[in-house]
């Protein structure tokens, strides 16, 4: 009898001890939510593709190339189900997806979840926000929905978005100047123009009724007195080229041909440069672009070389706003950047200058090397093999960059050279990408009468605001953030942050917010407007997002509605 009731005590003491545990886990995860870090969802497209809402994960029936694609539908997602992807397009190739039922080629998809991501709260309690972090943060329209948008503008700053780029005035300062991206953060941010291994099917474009349709590729172009086909050859269906070896330079150029709407268009040598997202509707972008301006020169160009015999070169231009920029790599491991100042009339007369010169080990005949030419935020950047080499920028007025803005006919065009000379060589893999461009908003009324949402412009809190009235911290309307004078006892609750999102042309940020909830702090205690439309204040600031941790996930076959099992390979830091 003792030793069976020994047994008991000992039994209901293991199980004290593993619900003590129990309990002890799920306090520790509810302080850990509260005090240190939060899972949310992200709910829209508006930081795609790097962090997607609602959307579908297509395959290019053209050329293969993967991409998202935003859910744009009304009414409740059709999780279980799968829909047509109609208004898909191939951010590569710029096929589309029109419909299964007009395009066998076209097929049905089901709809997966957004990103969740994990958030330090507080973190911002520490240490001060950095710009172009990834912050969530309470919207302030609303003061209920949680948004998640990159950090632009810090408080004391002036901001003012111009040709897709963000210019900022310091505090103290008189003079604006370009902000420049980190590395990791710039990295993240590349958007595809075109990858050369994702060949597409001709015969499925032209499919779509295109006619005239010709897709993105790199050609042979007569800058050279041999004729094309003796220098180059193309193999692998135009996904290499091989330099035959001549003291004569030899040229490929990018045809940024590709699909706008109809087939009179479709060679407009400009699409491709213009900032499109495959994630987008097409139609839906339209109303946030001027693509007789909006055109992205801010570029970055990578490629495999693989030397065939000695003294072999390539180069690489990129054809800026204000210079062409050229990237001279030797066999011999030398690298000389060059810059050819772009005038309203033409080239400048001084031509090509030696800007810059780095060195990497000698290429080895037969073995690729990784090469890559950035020309982005009035900088360049060389690397080879993933190792940055050369890191150079240059200034422009902000006052001179709107001046060559305001006359259409002094803004040259972009453009994508690669040269070659001396020994033979192999080019592989070639990629180019653009950046972030940071589109015109204008402001207009929303037609929703929620009371969560309306303010009151009769004691004169905000200004009327009209349909072409210019959004906030565009150009011609920059927007100073107030920064806190602690020395006169100013709160610093107060400051005041400028967000936008990654995915420009489909975001809802800082540029375009023209409603304040009424459970801001509007008012000081003197009555006086204390919240700036287009701001988030600090005391709505949550944290920084670190980490996504459940991406749309695998379907299994018995239940393909549910993605229960998880993409480990697509978890990933946020930068």
């Known amino acids: 009898m003792a030793r069976s009731a020994e047994k008991r005590q000992h039994e209901l003491s293991i199980i004290r001890d593993t619900v003590e545990s129990v309990w002890v886990a799920i306090i520790l995860a509810f302080v850990l939510r509260a005090f240190m870090v939060e899972a949310f969802v992200i709910p829209t497209g508006s930081m795609a593709p790097r962090l997607m809402g609602e959307h579908y994960d297509l395959v290019c029936p053209a050329c293969g190339y993967e991409y998202s694609y935003g859910w744009h539908g009304d009414g409740s997602v059709p999780r279980r189900h799968q829909t047509d992807p109609s208004g898909a397009r191939c951010p590569s190739c710029t096929y589309r997806f029109v419909s299964a039922k007009k395009h066998p080629n076209d097929g049905k998809e089901y709809v997966n979840g957004g990103d969740r991501v994990l958030v330090m709260k ?163 972008e339209y109303q946030c672009l001027d693509p007789t301006v909006d055109f992205c020169s801010d570029l970055k160009l990578s490629m495999v070389v693989k030397p065939g015999g000695a003294k072999a070169s390539v180069e690489c231009v990129l054809d800026g706003l204000w210079f062409s920029v050229k990237a001279v790599f030797g066999s011999d491991g030398s690298v000389v950047v060059l810059r050819l100042r772009r005038e309203p009339q033409g080239a400048d007369p001084a031509g090509w200058v030696e800007w810059a010169r780095g060195s990497t080990s000698a290429m080895t005949e037969g073995a690729g090397r990784k090469i890559a030419l950035a020309h982005v935020d009035h900088g360049v950047k060389v690397w080879v093999d993933d190792k940055k080499i050369i890191d150079k920028s240059y ?83 920059p927007i100073s953030l107030k920064k806190a004078d602690e020395a006169k006892g100013e709160n610093s609750d107060f400051d005041e942050f400028f967000v936008l999102g990654d995915n420009s042309p489909q975001s809802l940020d800082s540029r375009g917010w023209i409603e304040a909830a009424p459970s801001l702090r509007l008012l000081d205690e003197s009555g006086n407007t204390q919240y700036k439309l287009g701001t988030v204040p600090r005391y709505n600031m949550i944290g920084k997002a670190m980490f996504v941790y459940w991406p749309s996930g695998y379907r299994l076959p018995l239940l393909p509605g549910l993605p229960i099992v998880p993409d480990v390979g697509r978890m990933r830091l946020i930068r």
């Open 122 to 284: 507080y973190l911002y309690k520490i240490v001060e926000p950095q710009p172009f972090d990834v912050v969530v943060f309470r919207n302030p329209q609303s003061n209920a929905n949680n948004y998640i948008k990159r950090l632009i503008g810090l408080p004391g700053e002036k901001i003012e978005i111009v040709h897709g780029d963000v210019f900022v005035t310091p505090p103290g300062a008189d003079k604006p100047e370009i902000r420049r991206k980190p590395d990791q953060a710039q990295e993240v941010m590349w958007q595809i123009i075109n990858d050369n291994d994702y060949q597409p099917d001709m015969a499925k474009l032209k499919a779509q009724g295109m006619g005239l349709y010709a897709p993105r590729r790199w050609e042979p172009t007569d800058k050279t007195d041999e004729t094309p086909s003796r220098l180059w050859a193309a193999s692998d269906n135009g996904r290499t080229f091989a330099f035959k070896g001549s003291e004569k330079r030899g040229c490929l150029e990018f045809r940024g041909a590709g699909e706008t709407g109809s087939a009179a268009d479709s060679n407009d040598p400009g699409e491709a440069f213009l900032p499109r997202y495959g994630y987008n509707a097409a139609q839906s």
């Open 395 to 477: 200034t422009v007025e902000l006052a001179t960059l709107k001046k060559r803005l305001g006359a259409a006919e002094s803004i040259p065009f972009p453009g994508v050279r690669i040269g070659a000379s001396g020994g033979a060589l192999e080019l592989t893999h070639l990629k180019l990408m653009r950046d972030v461009y940071y589109t015109y908003f204008q402001l207009s009324r929303s037609d929703r009468e929620s009371q969560d949402f309306l303010m009151d412009y009769s004691r004169g809190f905000y200004p009327k605001i009209g349909m072409d009235s210019p959004g906030w911290g565009v150009a011609g309307n």
